[in-house]
């Protein structure tokens, strides 16, 4: 059993050993794994882009063929934001909790699968429900993309970095307008 010296002397030493986050982020440099983790997540926040601002595109079809009244279209054009706070609340917590990654790639499957989904809805209801569920992904994935990457970013060039992610949405909003 070691004696009260010992031990300090012990705790001593491991932290001596210990490093900060940030100088353990910027000793490992910026690589490869940097530039296809901005592909990634920027390909992700694109992805949340095209999911919130489709509906724009879509109302005008959308009233003719499900015979929207004017409540119907703004309750269509919420509907996705509202799925977003929850989502936000859900995901972010289990973001935290168990890890972001893991949490990211279940709120992009949940995204895509419901957005699909809805495309396929033949009532107004249907088309509701889903694209709230689609809300839901997106209200994950835009705050753990975010996160996400930023960890992974040396601190002298975090916000740089950052405003290229942003670019992505723009690219987002581009794939939306030139498939209109």
Same mark, same amino acid.
């Given at each position: 059993?070691?004696?009260?010296?010992?031990?300090?002397?012990?705790?001593?030493?491991?932290?001596?050993?210990?490093?900060?986050?940030?100088?353990?982020?910027?000793?490992?440099?910026?690589?490869?794994?940097?530039?296809?983790?901005?592909?990634?997540?920027?390909?992700?926040?694109?992805?949340?882009?095209?999911?919130?601002?489709?509906?724009?595109?879509l109302?005008?079809?959308?009233?003719?063929?499900?015979? /929207? @009244?004017?409540?119907?279209?703004?309750? $269509?054009?919420?509907?996705?934001?509202? %799925?977003?706070? *929850? &989502? #936000?609340?859900?995901?972010?917590?289990?973001?935290?909790?168990?890890?972001?990654?893991?949490?990211?790639?279940?709120?992009?499957?949940?995204?895509?699968?419901?957005?699909?989904?809805?495309? /396929? @809805?033949?009532?107004?209801?249907?088309? $509701?429900?889903?694209?709230?569920?689609? %809300?839901?992904? *997106? &209200? #994950?994935?835009i705050?753990?993309?975010w996160?996400?990457?930023?960890?992974?970013?040396?601190?002298?060039?975090?916000?740089?970095?950052?405003?290229?992610?942003?670019?992505?949405?723009?690219?987002?909003?581009?794939v939306?307008?030139?498939?209109?």
């Amino acid at each position: 059993m070691p004696t009260e010296n010992e031990d300090l002397d012990l705790r001593q030493e491991n932290d001596e050993d210990r490093v900060d986050y940030e100088d353990a982020i910027e000793a490992t440099g910026y690589g490869r794994f940097h530039y296809l983790l901005l592909l990634i997540c920027g390909w992700a926040n694109a992805a949340d882009a095209v999911e919130i601002i489709c509906v724009s595109f879509l109302l005008p079809s959308a009233e003719c063929d499900l015979n /929207l @009244s004017s409540q119907d279209k703004g309750w $269509l054009s919420a509907i996705v934001f509202v %799925g977003m706070m *929850v &989502g #936000g609340y859900l995901w972010g917590s289990l973001g935290d909790a168990l890890g972001r990654r893991g949490v990211l790639m279940a709120a992009m499957f949940v995204n895509a699968l419901f957005g699909a989904i809805s495309s /396929l @809805s033949q009532d107004f209801g249907t088309f $509701l429900t889903f694209r709230f569920l689609s %809300g839901v992904g *997106v &209200g #994950g994935s835009i705050p753990v993309v975010w996160s996400y990457f930023a960890e992974f970013q040396p601190k002298r060039i975090r916000g740089n970095l950052l405003s290229c992610l942003a670019a992505f949405w723009m690219l987002g909003n581009m794939v939306v307008a030139g498939t209109n």
